[in-house]
């Protein structure tokens, strides 16, 4: 995720970030004014933002002091100008209780605030940190705007104030939220990073005007929907301002794919990755101690193979074992400087092409756009987020939050960095909701009656599943078993070549899922409707796999009609097709989601050449029948096409020509 989250808590937490986050996580001398601490250290000042200001007396873009940041999260959530007024209540001659709480915001907390840290894709920041001076304005203002736009939708329909007993009611503070942004240029490591800190404050005033705290566990549930809007709100805008277009790459084996800029070069996200090196070889030699951990009789503590949850822990221990120690700041026309002759002198990337990355980005944007259509249909789209969601969470089951990051990251995989429609991510996690999932939510609990807590499943039955998760049974094979003394030293080990430590693949099947869906669809649509209703769907499927699936999957052209004796190849409807399956089984599964084995390899096999058989039959008699009545042909794939289809009704609808 580009988007993380801690909470702020008064005391020291808070000490250290007004010694270090607000002045670049550099640190701050003693007795320094914050003011002068920033410029010392080439940061700019940090801003005010959100709706809630105007109740505070201030106004969006407005310097943060040291003193309102002070009272408003170090003094456990007091007003940022409580100084001043508790100052003139004691010259009125008012108690110093009653003046004392006149400047609080409600009851004093522990929890003042929660941290959100943006950061784009490395490869945005690349371009923004080796690229010209108008490239690097282009980022960070798309980097701010798709701050505000995240806060705004936080602000409209993620935060909420609990009040009452054990917190039954529950509201949207109406008046907006309150947050301070602070901008960063680099990582601990040294190398560049764009990033902003949004300290959001936890106070929130209701409509009687009284000042309760927002729930700080919906902020967390959101954090990967967060995410997903912001990924692809800076994407959208940098790629249509440069000219640029985005393209799915695959950063872990068994993940999902990334949404990086097309045409820079992949050792370039390697030159900034120094710190992941580190962290990937600590959890190694982590994991290793976690599969020969033994217990006082010598038995195995944990399980022989590394789980989802358990790498989850130990990637989190390796992070903190092999954290640096924070470098002094520097002015960012240097740090650019030193950045760019670093990645000439150590990246292995010639210097002219790190000299022109943004003509190499646009060169490889224009290939992405000549053959990649852009086309969302909201149907379609409800079925792949629907099936990813369903797989890819415990038991089936899910909330709305988790079909808006994936509607989110759909559209971000379709669009490949243009701009879409505001509410296109809603309308899609509706027709998934109405038409592909089931309501399993608990009418007996309060929260469950709320629309955000609604629990789902799938609606349709996929009997290729397994009904629960159950972990794969260790190698058979001896000599690739750990060592079985855990005290044996490092230079003992077997290399890697040699053994390898038993993992629970990752998860990652929306291609195999959301593809048997689609066809199944196509399959259902095929059979029902008309002979132009079929074409038309058969253009909607087509573009929609063209546009949704990375340019490796997609099939090549379809064979020449006048030889269909011949041995016939994959059409472009048949985007993913058996070889993706069968490298797909070779790859890293999640088999704690799937389980797909051999036999049910083989017999998805036989249901997907079966049903894409039958559709063609059908396809076949249903274009005789056309061109018996001297019915025009199905329209082509247009390369810039941006048009969403919405249906009127769920389900199987209608196609392009039926549309019109």
């Known amino acids: 995720m580009t988007v993380d989250i801690r909470v702020i808590r008064a005391g020291q937490m808070y000490r250290y970030y007004l010694r270090e986050t607000v002045v670049g996580d550099g640190r701050r001398p003693a007795r320094t004014p914050l003011r002068a601490a920033q410029e010392q250290a080439g940061v700019p000042v940090g801003r005010w933002m959100g709706r809630g200001l105007a109740a505070l007396g201030l106004a969006p873009g407005e310097e943060v002091t040291e003193a309102q940041l002070r009272n408003l999260f170090g003094e456990r959530g007091r007003h940022p100008y409580a100084d001043r007024i508790e100052a ?38 690349l371009l923004w940190a080796l690229g010209d001076e108008e490239t690097r304005l282009v980022i960070e203002a798309a980097h701010e705007r798709a701050i505000v736009r995240v806060l705004e939708w936080i602000e409209d329909e993620v935060a909420v104030i609990r009040y009452g007993k054990d917190g039954i009611y529950r509201v949207r503070p109406p008046g907006g939220l309150v947050a301070a942004r602070f901008r960063h ?88 990755s120094r710190r992941s090196d580190q962290i990937a070889a600590c959890l190694a030699e982590l994991e290793h101690e976690y599969v020969t951990a033994v217990d006082d009789d010598g038995e195995l503590k944990f399980l022989p193979v590394v789980s989802e949850t358990a790498r989850v822990k130990l990637n989190q221990i390796a992070a903190r074992k092999t954290r640096p120690p924070k470098q002094k700041t520097r002015p960012l026309a240097q740090l650019r ?19 022109s990355l943004l003509e190499y980005a646009r060169a490889a944007a224009a290939a992405i756009r000549a053959r990649v ?8 789209a409800a079925v792949d987020v629907a099936a990813t969601v369903f797989v890819m969470n415990e038991g089936g089951r899910f909330h709305r939050r988790h079909l808006l990051a994936e509607a989110r990251r759909h559209l971000a995989l379709v669009l490949r960095g243009r701009r879409r429609d505001r509410g296109l991510d809603e309308e899609i996690v509706a027709a998934a909701i109405s038409t592909h999932c089931l309501d399993i939510s608990e009418p007996k609990t309060t929260i469950g009656l709320l629309k955000d807590y609604r629990l789902y499943t799938a609606r349709w ?32 080990r077997p290399d890697a070549g040699e053994w390898e430590v038993p993992r629970i693949p990752l998860q990652y099947e929306r ?17 029902t409707a008309t002979a132009t209703a079929v074409r038309g769907r058969a253009y909607d499927v087509v573009a929609h796999q063209q546009a949704a699936m990375p340019e490796l999957l997609l099939a090549p052209a379809a064979a020449d009609p006048e030889h269909d004796d011949q041995e016939r190849e994959a059409a472009p409807g048949e985007a993913i097709d058996m070889a993706a399956l069968r490298a797909l089984r070779d790859s890293r599964t999640d088999v704690e989601a799937l389980d797909i084995t051999g036999d049910r390899l083989r017999h998805l096999q036989d249901v997907f050449t079966k049903a894409g058989e039958d559709a063609r039959t059908r396809a076949a008699r249903a274009a005789r029948r056309a061109a018996s009545d001297g019915a025009d042909a199905a329209h082509p794939v247009r390369q810039d096409d941006q048009q969403a289809h919405r249906p009127q009704e769920p389900g199987p609808h209608r196609g392009r020509e039926a549309g019109r």
């Not at 992949?266 to 030159?271: A, P, S, V």
């Not at 259509?373 to 379609?380: E, I, S």
């Open 88 to 125: 003139d209540l004691l010259a009125a001659g008012v108690s110093p209780k009653e003046a004392f709480k006149a400047g609080a915001l409600g009851r004093r907390v522990t929890v003042t605030g929660v941290d959100f840290v943006f950061r784009p894709q490395p490869t945005i920041y």
């Open 185 to 272: 240029y680099e990582a601990r490591s040294g190398m560049p990073l764009l990033h902003d800190h949004l300290l959001l404050s936890v106070k929130g005033q209701r409509l009687d005007g009284k000042w309760n705290s927002i729930h700080t566990l919906a902020l967390h549930e959101n954090t990967v929907a967060a995410s997903a809007l912001y990924n692809e709100l800076v994407a959208a805008e940098v790629c249509e301002e440069l000219g640029l277009a985005t393209e799915p790459r695959t950063v872990t084996p068994g993940r999902r794919p990334v949404m990086e800029i097309a045409g820079l070069p992949h050792e370039l996200i390697r030159w900034t």
């Open 337 to 355: 400087a030193d950045w760019k002759q670093s990645a000439i002198d150590t990246s292995k990337v010639a210097a002219d092409v790190i000299n």
């Open 373 to 380: 259509a852009a086309v969302v249909d909201v149907a379609l």
């Open 461 to 492: 039955a996929l009997a290729d599943l397994p009904a629960r998760r159950r972990p794969p049974t260790p190698a058979p094979d001896l000599d690739r078993q750990p060592p079985a003394d855990p005290g044996e030293s490092a230079a003992h």
């Open 511 to 527: 291609a195999v899922l959301a593809g048997a869906v689609v066809r199944e669809k196509l399959r259902t649509a095929t059979a």
